[in-house]
């Protein structure tokens, strides 16, 4: 894909949907990782893995609530690469939060890993990537388009970070920088694997019993979301820039003729 000796800087690089892009990248040829998470033990296991595949990493233990120390922490390693090729803000919280039951707290905590960690790096990013005529790939959410009551925070999260994106592709557009988007549906990741387990009691197999009622038979996994990142960060999508993509089965917008479907 055009990636040969590339470098990528990936938040939420621990697990699921990070670690998986990361990975990707690095099959396709990237050769220098800022990886970002707050879990240091995760995040070593990624860059191990990175090594096998002879992809230099370089782990950066913050978190990304307090964004001053972030930036202080990243911005180093980020000079240390001479030069960005990509962006992946794949690091995100997902707190439950309804009209009446978000407290202010659990608002700006949501705000602040899933909105305002993204802005400061792409910004503090910006001058490397116009130097290399780089990608940033936002990873939001279906919600976007609105969400659950139990997920109303949340889902203001990533429409404001879809928004955030778009306004990044036009600001750098003239610079040859482009900015994607990806929308997910509903993926399995460990964190979510957690959260349906234990805050909503589902049994352990509820990936397969409710992925087999979807369209396409499964839930996502991070393994698509990081197909489609390597397309967009890649010369074949060259042409593209300030997409929100919409990387789910159902269409947006529609309604199902089926009611009883999924």
């Given at each position: 894909?055009?990636?040969?000796?590339?470098?990528?800087?990936?938040?939420?690089?621990?697990?699921?949907?990070?670690?998986?892009?990361?990975?990707?990248?690095?099959?396709?040829?990237?050769?220098?990782?800022?990886?970002?998470?707050?879990?240091?033990?995760?995040?070593?296991?990624?860059?191990?893995?990175?090594?096998?595949?002879?992809?230099?990493?370089?782990?950066?233990?913050?978190?990304?609530?307090?964004?001053?120390?972030?930036?202080?922490?990243?911005?180093?390693?980020?000079d240390a690469l001479s030069g960005l090729d990509v962006l992946v803000n794949a690091a995100g919280l997902t707190d439950r939060g309804g009209l009446e039951d978000t407290?202010?707290?659990?608002?700006?905590?949501?705000?602040?890993?899933?909105?305002?960690?993204?802005?400061?790096?792409?910004?503090?990013?910006?001058?490397?990537?116009?130097?290399?005529?780089?990608?940033?790939?936002?990873?939001?959410?279906?919600?976007?388009?609105?969400?659950?009551?139990?997920?109303?925070?949340?889902?203001?999260?990533?429409?404001?970070?879809?928004?955030?994106?778009?306004?990044?592709?036009?600001?750098l557009k003239r610079d040859r920088v482009r900015a994607f988007g990806v929308n997910l549906g509903w993926t399995v990741t460990p964190s979510e694997r957690r959260v349906?387990?234990?805050?909503?009691?589902?049994?352990?197999?509820?990936?397969?019993?409710?992925?087999?009622?979807?369209?396409?038979?499964?839930?996502?996994?991070?393994e698509d979301v990081a197909d489609l990142t390597a397309f967009l960060v890649s010369p074949a999508a060259g042409m593209m820039t300030g997409a929100i993509i919409d990387?789910?089965?159902?269409?947006?917008?529609?309604?199902?003729?089926?009611?009883?479907?999924?």
């Amino acid at each position: 894909m055009g990636l040969t000796n590339r470098t990528a800087l990936v938040t939420g690089a621990a697990q699921g949907v990070g670690a998986a892009i990361a990975m990707r990248l690095a099959s396709e040829g990237v050769a220098r990782f800022v990886l970002v998470d707050r879990n240091a033990a995760g995040l070593e296991a990624t860059v191990s893995e990175l090594a096998k595949k002879g992809a230099e990493a370089a782990p950066v233990v913050v978190d990304l609530l307090d964004i001053e120390s972030a930036v202080a922490a990243i911005r180093p390693a980020l000079d240390a690469l001479s030069g960005l090729d990509v962006l992946v803000n794949a690091a995100g919280l997902t707190d439950r939060g309804g009209l009446e039951d978000t407290d202010i707290a659990t608002f700006d905590r949501l705000f602040g890993v899933n909105t305002r960690a993204p802005f400061f790096l792409m910004q503090i990013a910006a001058p490397s990537l116009r130097r290399r005529r780089g990608v940033i790939v936002n990873i939001c959410s279906v919600l976007a388009h609105g969400g659950p009551p139990h997920l109303m925070a949340y889902s203001a999260t990533k429409s404001a970070l879809a928004t955030l994106t778009k306004s990044a592709a036009n600001t750098l557009k003239r610079d040859r920088v482009r900015a994607f988007g990806v929308n997910l549906g509903w993926t399995v990741t460990p964190s979510e694997r957690r959260v349906q387990t234990e805050r909503h009691g589902l049994p352990a197999n509820w990936p397969e019993v409710i992925g087999a009622k979807q369209p396409f038979g499964r839930l996502l996994i991070p393994e698509d979301v990081a197909d489609l990142t390597a397309f967009l960060v890649s010369p074949a999508a060259g042409m593209m820039t300030g997409a929100i993509i919409d990387l789910e089965q159902y269409v947006v917008g529609t309604v199902d003729d089926n009611p009883g479907a999924g």
